[in-house]
Antibody, heavy 119, light 110 residues
Framework: QVQLQESGPGLVKPSQTLSLTCTVS??????????WNWIRQPAGKGLEWIGR???????NYNPSLKSRVAISVDTSKNQFSLKLSSVTAADTAVYFC???????????WGQGTLVTVSS | QSALTQPASVSGSPGQSITISCTGT?????????VSWHQQHPGKAPKLMLY???NRPSGVSNRFSGSKSGNTASLTISGLQAEDEADYYC??????????FGGGTKLTVL
C-alpha cells in the first residue's frame, strides 16, 4: 500500500516562494502509469487542483495558477515537489499530495500540511 | 475553469437514501466518464469513494453508488449511517488535461 507524506515550511512570507515535497513510500514513484498531484484546501473551503506530474516528467497545471506553479519529480529520492511563487494570503491552505492511476482513480492521499502565508 | 456545482448541504435520517449532485459543463463532467467522489471527515484527508462515475475502490461499501446524465453526476448513499456524516467532493477530468473539483457538500445524518 503506497503512502504519501507532505513536508515543508508551515509559514511563508508574502511574495516569497512556497516549496513543498511529497515523499512516496511503499512503491516506486517511477513504476506504473501514475500521475502525482498537488491539491489544496483553504480553511473551511473546497478542494482545488493545483497540478500534476507524470512518471515521464510531463506536467499539467491549473490555468488559474499556471504562471506561478512548478511541479518536479526526483525519482532517486522517490519524491515530487511543488513550488508556488509570489504567494499571498490567498495561498494559505492545507496542501495535499495525491496519486492518480487510470481514469479518475485518485487512490492515495497524503495527510496534508498547513501552509500559512503571513509576514 | 470553474468549480463544479454541488449543493452546500444535504441531510437524511439513518437508513434513508440521499443523493448529491455535481453539475459541470460539456468540457468536464459531460465530456468524460472520469468523475470521482471523495469523502472527507473533519481534519482528515479526502478518501476516494467512487471513480469513473460508478466504480467503487476495494473496501468501499456498496451503499455508495454513482451515475451521470449529461453534465450532471450524482452520488447516492443508501442505508445512511452515522459514519457517513462528512463532506463530499466530486471531481472531473477537464479539457487541456486538467482536473476540477466541486465546492463540496456537507452531509448531515439526522
Amino acid at each position: 500500500q503506497v503512502q504519501l507524506q507532505e513536508s515543508g515550511p508551515g509559514l511563508v512570507k508574502p511574495s516569497q516562494t512556497l516549496s513543498l515535497t511529497c515523499t512516496v513510500s511503499g512503491g516506486s514513484i517511477s513504476s506504473g502509469s501514475f500521475y502525482w498531484n498537488w491539491i489544496r484546501q483553504p480553511a473551511g473551503k473546497g478542494l482545488e487542483w493545483i497540478g500534476r506530474i507524470y512518471t515521464s516528467g510531463s506536467t499539467n497545471y491549473n490555468p488559474s495558477l499556471k504562471s506561478r506553479v512548478a511541479i518536479s519529480v526526483d525519482t532517486s529520492k522517490n519524491q515530487f515537489s511543488l513550488k508556488l511563487s509570489s504567494v499571498t494570503a490567498a495561498d494559505t491552505a492545507v496542501y495535499f499530495c495525491a496519486r492518480k492511476g487510470s481514469g479518475s482513480l485518485f487512490d492515495s492521499w497524503g495527510q496534508g500540511t498547513l501552509v500559512t502565508v503571513s509576514s | 475553469q470553474s468549480a463544479l456545482t454541488q449543493p452546500a448541504s444535504v441531510s437524511g435520517s439513518p437508513g434513508q437514501s440521499i443523493t448529491i449532485s455535481c453539475t459541470g459543463t460539456s468540457s468536464d463532467v459531460g465530456g468524460y466518464n472520469y468523475v470521482s467522489w471523495h469523502q472527507q471527515h473533519p481534519g482528515k484527508a479526502p478518501k476516494l469513494m467512487l471513480y469513473d462515475v460508478n466504480n467503487r475502490p476495494s473496501g468501499v461499501s456498496n451503499r455508495f453508488s454513482g451515475s451521470k446524465s449529461g453534465n450532471t453526476a450524482s452520488l447516492t448513499i443508501s442505508g445512511l449511517q452515522a459514519e457517513d456524516e462528512a463532506d463530499y467532493y466530486c471531481s472531473s477530468y477537464s479539457s487541456s488535461s486538467t482536473w476540477v473539483f466541486g465546492g463540496g457538500t456537507k452531509l448531515t445524518v439526522l
